[in-house]
């Protein structure tokens, strides 16, 4: 049972530089979330997915763009990264939605930009 | 906006000492409710979810109960251990003003327990 796998778990960039964070689960959820958490702040929004084929923004959108080809995957994309986003990355999936929906979580990835 | 605030930020307690954390949230319109464990540099591990119209749940050492009305919840640790040592996140599920469901996080309490 994989879950939520993350690619990779840890990065470094130089300011400038591009990368795509790779999120997949294999339990067939149609919401998959990314997020960023930072100290003292928690963890917070960055874009979400309803299903394939949609995106849409959460809390922290900026500098960042998403993208879900496929139901299992979820992408993460940095154009031109800055300082500011040196951050812990995570995915998240669940069912449709409901009641009893629970959100799983991927283990992680921690970006530096210097 | 959802907002939501656990305190303490930091528990130190002496190992065996039952206790209780908390968080509170601002829009009572939730679907659920979801306690976390996250340890360090690590993901996040599910402890409990309470749907909306419960009241409770337990799981072996955890019982974490949902007062909806008044945006609160506890998760309570009997007999804490050494191996409790953690940060305990909650995070509530509602409708974003883009009619989707969302998670929202608290910052979380860092918990250790001294042997």
């Known amino acids: 049972n994989a879950g939520v796998t993350q690619t990779p778990k840890f990065r470094v960039l130089k300011t400038g530089q591009s990368m795509t964070l790779l999120c997949a689960q294999d339990m067939n959820h149609e919401y998959m979330y990314w997020y960023r958490q930072d100290p003292g702040m928690g963890l917070r929004l960055i874009h979400y997915?309803?299903?394939?084929?949609?995106?849409a923004k959460g809390e922290v959108p900026d500098g960042y763009n998403v993208s879900r080809l496929k139901k299992q995957n979820f992408l993460l994309g940095l154009e031109s990264a800055a300082p500011s986003q040196t951050s812990v990355y995570f995915c998240?999936?669940?069912?449709?939605?409901?009641?009893?929906?629970?959100?799983?979580f991927g283990q992680g990835t921690r970006l530096t930009v210097v | 906006k959802q907002e939501v605030t656990q305190i303490p930020a930091a528990l130190s307690v002496p190992e065996g000492e039952n206790l209780v954390l908390n968080c509170s949230f601002t829009?009572?319109?939730?679907?659920?409710l979801q306690w976390f464990r996250q340890d360090p540099g690590k993901g996040l591990t599910s402890l409990l979810l309470?749907?909306?119209?419960?009241r409770e749940q337990t799981s072996g050492r955890l019982n974490a109960s949902l007062d909806k009305s008044s945006g609160r919840s506890t998760l309570y640790i009997a007999a804490s251990q050494p191996g409790d040592s953690a940060t305990y996140l909650c995070a509530v599920r509602d409708l974003s003003s883009g009619g989707y469901q969302k998670v929202t996080f608290g910052t979380g309490t860092k918990l250790q327990v001294i042997p």
């Open positions: 829009d009572s319109a939730i679907y659920n």
């Open positions: 997915s309803v299903g394939e084929g949609t995106t």
């Open positions: 309470i749907q909306s119209s419960q």
């Open positions: 998240a999936s669940s069912r449709t939605g409901g009641f009893a929906t629970e959100a799983f």
